[in-house]
Nanobody
Framework: QVQLVESGGGSVQAGGSLKLSCEAS????????MGWFRQAPGKEREKVAS???????RVIDSVKGRFAISSDNAKKTVYLQMNNLKPDDSAVYYC?????????????WGRGTQVTVSS
């Protein structure tokens, strides 16, 4: 019932920035964890960041200090600001909605947006 649509991907040079957006439609629970994942060719899907319904955020160590997750509840939109991008950040980035407030069980997924970082 919930649809997630990512946007904002593209091709940038190393050191550049991108801001991804994830817009949700349909019914969204009042309290839901949202997350960003990425998957590069030949690699497993990796959780990058999550944001809880109370606003608490987490990012993985490899992007700490460079990426930030945020949300606009009124717009039902989650963002991923990516700064100082590295070639290793190249991947398809997916938005996901968790099982209610839980950030470890993911129920809905977007189709992804490509991020390519050149050296």
């Amino acid at each position: 019932q919930v649809q997630l649509v990512e946007s904002g991907g593209g091709s940038v040079q190393a050191g550049g920035s991108l801001k991804l957006s994830c817009e949700a439609s349909g019914y969204v629970d009042n309290c839901v964890c949202m997350g960003w994942f990425r998957q590069a060719p030949g690699k497993e899907r990796e959780k990058v960041a999550s944001i809880e319904c109370n606003g608490g955020t987490r990012v993985i160590d490899s992007v700490k200090g460079r990426f930030a997750i945020s949300s606009d509840n009124a717009k039902k939109t989650v963002y991923l600001q990516m700064n100082n991008l590295k070639p290793d950040d190249s991947a398809v980035y997916y938005c996901a909605a968790g099982d209610r407030q839980y950030c470890y069980s993911w129920v809905f997924w977007g189709r992804g947006t490509q991020v390519t970082v050149s050296s």
